[in-house]
C-alpha cells in the first residue's frame, strides 16, 4: 500500500480515537464510513479493521479513565455480559451477508442513536439524588458527582443488540450502550461515555477474534490504524473532562446523522 494511504490510516486513527474516547463510541463511526468509502474495503474487512482499533481506543482511554474514576465498573462488566455473547454472534453471521445489508444496517443504527441523544439532549446531567449509589469526580464543575442506576437487567439484555451491532458493522457498540445508559438506566452522559470506553475492548476483542480466525483482518492497515488511535485516545480523555455535557450528546446526535446518510449514500452507489 502507498505510503500515503497508510498516513492516512494514522490519521483516521487519531481523529477516530480523540471522537471515540470523549463520545464513549470507540470510533468506529468514523473508521467505517471512510474505510468503505475512501479505501474501498468490503463492509467485513472494514469492520474487522474498525473493531481492532476499536480496541486500541477503549485501552488507552479506560486506562486514563480509570485513574480518574469516572468509569463504572460494576455497571460495565454487567453490561459486558450480554455484550461479549452478541459480539460473538454478529461476527459469526456478518461474513455471509451481502454488503448492502451490512451498510444499510449501519444507517439504521446510527439514525436511532442520533435520535434517542437528541431526545434526551434537554435533561440535565447533573444527577437529582445526591445520595446515589455511584459517584465520580467532574473536572469542569470541580465536585463529585452522584447518581443511581436503574434498569439494570434491562441494560444487560440490550447489550446483547449492542454487541451483535459492534461485530455486524464494526462501530463498537458504543452508540447503542451510551443512549441506553445514559436514556434508559440514567447515568450522566460522562459516566456512560466512560464505562462505554472502558468496557467496549471487551466486546470489540471477541468480535475481532471471529475475524481473525475467518481470515477477514487486513494486518498490514491494522498497525498503522493501532498507532493512531492510540494517539487519538491519549488526546481524547484529556479534551473530556473539559467539555460539557450538553455538548457532547449536541455533537454525537450530529455526527451519527452525517455517519448514516453517507453510508446510505454508498450502499446505493452514489458516492
Known amino acids: 500500500m502507498e505510503p500515503l494511504l497508510l498516513f492516512g490510516l494514522v490519521l483516521l486513527g487519531i481523529i477516530g480515537g480523540i471522537l471515540g474516547t470523549v463520545l464513549g463510541v470507540g470510533g468506529g463511526i468514523i473508521f467505517i464510513p471512510v474505510l468503505t468509502i475512501l479505501y474501498g474495503l468490503t463492509p467485513v474487512s472494514a469492520a474487522a479493521l474498525s473493531l481492532v482499533g476499536i480496541i486500541t481506543v477503549s485501552s488507552w482511554g ?7 474514576g469516572v468509569p463504572n465498573i460494576r455497571i460495565g462488566l454487567l453490561l459486558e455480559i450480554g455484550g461479549v455473547t452478541g459480539a460473538i454472534i454478529g ?4 461474513v455471509y451477508l451481502q454488503d448492502w445489508v451490512l451498510m444499510i444496517a449501519f444507517s439504521i443504527v446510527m439514525l436511532f442513536s442520533a435520535y434517542r441523544m437528541a431526545l434526551s439532549g434537554s435533561r440535565d446531567d447533573t444527577p437529582e439524588n445526591c445520595e446515589g449509589e455511584f459517584d465520580y469526580y467532574d473536572m469542569k464543575c470541580c465536585e463529585t458527582m452522584r447518581y443511581d442506576v ?3 437487567a434491562g441494560g444487560t439484555v440490550g447489550s446483547v443488540l449492542a454487541g451483535i451491532v459492534s461485530s455486524m458493522t464494526g462501530i463498537g457498540g458504543g452508540v447503542i450502550k451510551v443512549p441506553i445508559m445514559n436514556v434508559y438506566m440514567k447515568m450522566p452522559i460522562k459516566a456512560a461515555a466512560a464505562t462505554s470506553n472502558y468496557s467496549l475492548g471487551i466486546t470489540a476483542f471477541s468480535g475481532a477474534m471471529v475475524y481473525l480466525l475467518l481470515g477477514a483482518v487486513p494486518l ?6 493501532i498507532v493512531g488511535s492510540a494517539v487519538g485516545a491519549e488526546a481524547g480523555t484529556r479534551i473530556s473532562s473539559r467539555i460539557d455535557a450538553s455538548s457532547i450528546r449536541k455533537y454525537f446526535s450530529l455526527l451519527l446523522m452525517a455517519s448514516a446518510v453517507f453510508m446510505i449514500l454508498h450502499a446505493g452507489g452514489y458516492v
Open 91 to 94: 461476527a459469526s453471521v456478518a
Open 150 to 152: 436503574e434498569h439494570k
Open 62 to 68: 479506560a486506562a486514563v479513565y480509570l485513574k480518574k
Open 220 to 225: 498490514e492497515m491494522a498497525a498503522f490504524l
